[in-house]
């Protein structure tokens, strides 16, 4: 199959991957209500078709996170990436650069930050979490500074793990005996591709951020233990001043939902924000991102850069969140879904075709630039009054 849409990509995932990696990826948290949301209250807003508007030169282009892009989109952090395909996040990373947009590096990948600098020499960003360790984290930012990357998005709603049923169920996490190490061998087993490519060509399979704190030989449980036990729930607006004493670039929080909370991330000195509700991979209930698009977008009030990620899954969906006052989107599942399926060049053409989307729908609804999007894009606008 020629893959046409994310949801083919995602159909050849699905062939290609052990199901414990496939559901690690595709699931959510909980009963998946939020997961569930995210796609369809985008789909609820329907697109006021405009003709006879001259539309012969339509931009595409912008700039995003002090980047300028060849459209509004980046490539979300995910982490174990380098378990889609073999060395994952730099194929991912010189997808994104061959195509013009943003590569963001989760600081829960395979591969290190240094490694991707070097595999995919290009524009690069960092997501990071608050975690116990803090010298830890002191050293990974600057390690980054030291690469040129000026960029930081800090997550900020994974303070602890959800409940994820589906890796439950696939014996990914919950109880680690005999059954779940067969289980996930016989998956294994049944993935022959994916075992040689990735399972023993792509190797180590370990955090590479985090290697420094890791003994000799640790294997990909272990490391993911520490960040698991390494998470703080204590963090407060007032961690921050202590980021800020060793980061001096742009900081960009992601994970925010609630007007106030973004209100709070401007004042205390961030320079864009991600509305996220983590993919729908923590708070199973919370808002569909697009639904908490507008409240927060009016609360910054032009302050900060606001984005949007969750739930993208077309150039339309681009086109409605830069409707609803975003100035672009990320894709998380979409590039996740790529890679395993095509490697990097499957990213880049789910890039390409997004771009297409994106200008077509552009183009029928007589828009001229993406960074002059008006609500009025949208026929439908009652998930602003929710």
């Known amino acids: 199959m020629t893959p046409a849409s994310i949801d083919d990509?995602?159909?050849?995932?699905?062939?290609?991957?052990?199901?414990?990696?496939?559901?690690?990826?595709?699931?959510?948290?909980?009963?998946?209500?939020?997961?569930?949301?995210?796609?369809?209250?985008?789909?609820?807003?329907?697109?006021?078709q405009r003709v006879m508007r001259d539309v012969s030169g339509v931009s595409l282009a912008t700039t995003l996170m002090g980047q300028d892009v060849t459209f509004p989109v980046a490539l979300a952090p995910i982490g174990l990436a380098g378990l889609y395909a073999r060395r994952g996040e730099v194929q991912a990373a010189r997808a994104a650069q061959a195509v013009g947009v943003p590569f963001i590096l989760s600081s829960s990948a395979c591969c290190s930050i240094e490694e991707v600098a070097k595999g995919a020499p290009g524009p690069l960003m960092l997501q990071l979490y608050m975690i116990k360790d803090r010298g830890f984290m002191e050293d990974l930012l600057a390690r980054t500074a030291a690469l040129g990357v000026d960029t930081l998005i800090l997550t900020v709603d994974l303070i602890m793990h959800s409940p994820r049923r589906r890796d439950v169920r696939t014996s990914l996490t919950g109880q680690q005996g005999l059954a779940a190490r067969v289980q996930r061998a016989i998956?294994?087993?049944?993935?022959?591709?994916?075992?040689?490519?990735?399972?023993?060509?792509?190797?180590?399979?370990?955090?590479?951020?985090?290697?420094?704190?890791?003994?000799?030989?640790?294997?990909?449980?272990?490391?993911?233990?520490?960040?698991?036990?390494?998470?703080?729930?204590?963090?407060?607006?007032?961690?921050l001043d202590w980021l800020r004493q060793h980061w001096r670039g742009r900081l960009v929080l992601k994970g925010i939902l609630d007007p106030a909370d973004a209100r709070d991330a401007v004042d205390a000195g961030a320079e864009g924000i991600i509305v996220s509700?983590?993919?729908?991979?923590?708070?199973?209930?919370?808002l569909s991102s697009i639904a908490a698009l507008p409240a927060v977008v009016d609360a910054v009030a032009g302050r900060a850069e606001v984005l949007m990620d969750g739930g993208i899954r077309s150039g339309v969906d681009i086109l409605r969140a830069l409707a609803l006052g975003a100035s672009g989107v990320l894709l998380g599942r979409g590039w996740a879904f790529a890679l395993a399926a095509q490697g990097g060049a499957g990213v880049a053409r789910m890039l390409d075709l997004l771009r297409h989307e994106l200008a077509v729908a552009m183009a029928l609804s007589g828009q001229h630039d993406t960074r002059a999007v008006t609500p009025d894009v949208i026929v439908d606008q009652s998930l602003q009054a929710r």
């Open 277 to 286: 509700n983590h993919g729908g991979r923590q708070l199973d209930g919370a």
């Open 187 to 239: 998956e294994i087993a049944r993935h022959p591709a994916w075992a040689w490519d990735v399972g023993v060509k792509g190797r180590p399979h370990t955090l590479g951020n985090f290697a420094a704190r890791m003994p000799d030989g640790a294997g990909l449980a272990q490391f993911t233990a520490w960040v698991a036990r390494n998470f703080d729930p204590s963090i407060t607006w007032a961690d």
């Open 9 to 48: 990509f995602r159909t050849l995932a699905h062939r290609r991957l052990p199901r414990f990696l496939f559901d690690y990826i595709d699931g959510g948290s909980y009963a998946e209500e939020t997961l569930r949301a995210n796609e369809a209250d985008l789909q609820r807003l329907k697109i006021r």
